[in-house]
Structures are given as structure tokens and as C-alpha cells.
């Protein structure tokens, strides 16, 4: 896997509580990166491994150490899009999981971060 030259930031959460990112200035929205153990290849294949166990999970987008995939919910098929984008520096897997409407997400996005998070210890 080729590594990125450079580091490049995931978008900004919207002003609602349906975002979490690691890269948030504020509370409500910060999440905590994913460290990994080992290399940064053997962390992505960790990663893509985590996303396949997510159930209605199609990723859309892969190019160096950035990922973006869709979950839709399993009642209404709402979208949600999941970013990941690997800080080889920093030994870190920065993340983003937002919802595409609504107001609230109940924790769906937090929870889904934590539960890729599991899949690294």
C-alpha cells in the first residue's frame, strides 16, 4: 500500500449532534483516533477487516491511506458515510462517521466507531 506524502484533513462535522470525528475542535463531536499496533498496512487490513463485520457496510472510495464507506440503517435505509484516514505519523487512524439527515442518530455513529475500534485490540 502506497502511503500518502501528506496529511489531509476529513471534513468538519455539521452543526448537529449526528457526527463524530476525530479530528473535531469540540466536545460533543470529538471522538479519540484509533491507535494501532504494527504496521500501517497491517492497520488497514485490520480496518477493511472491521468494515466487512459491519452489517449493510459498501465502501465506495480507497485511495492511499483514506477510506470512505455507506451504511444504510436497517429500518428506514438511511445513508451514513464513514471516513478513515490514516496518520502515518501519528501512529493513528483518524475517523468521521456522519449521519446525511436528520437532526440526531441515538449514538448510531459513536457506537459504530467504537465497534471498529474493538476489531484493534
Known amino acids: 500500500m502506497k502511503a500518502k506524502t501528506s496529511f489531509h484533513a476529513l471534513p468538519p462535522c455539521p452543526d448537529r449532534p449526528n457526527c463524530v470525528s476525530s479530528q473535531a475542535t469540540d466536545s460533543s463531536h470529538f471522538i479519540e483516533p484509533i491507535r494501532f499496533p504494527g504496521s500501517p498496512a497491517d492497520a488497514w487490513a485490520v480496518l477493511k477487516f472491521a468494515l466487512q463485520s459491519l452489517p449493510r457496510t459498501r465502501v465506495i472510495e480507497e485511495s492511499g491511506w483514506y477510506l470512505r464507506a455507506e451504511v444504510k440503517s436497517r429500518v428506514f435505509g438511511f445513508i ?32 459504530r466507531i467504537e465497534h471498529v475500534r474493538k476489531m484493534f485490540r
Open 80 to 111: 451514513d458515510d464513514v471516513e478513515f484516514l490514516l496518520d502515518v505519523q501519528k501512529g493513528v487512524i483518524h475517523v468521521r462517521s456522519a449521519s446525511r439527515i436528520g437532526y440526531g442518530d441515538l449514538g448510531v455513529n459513536r457506537n
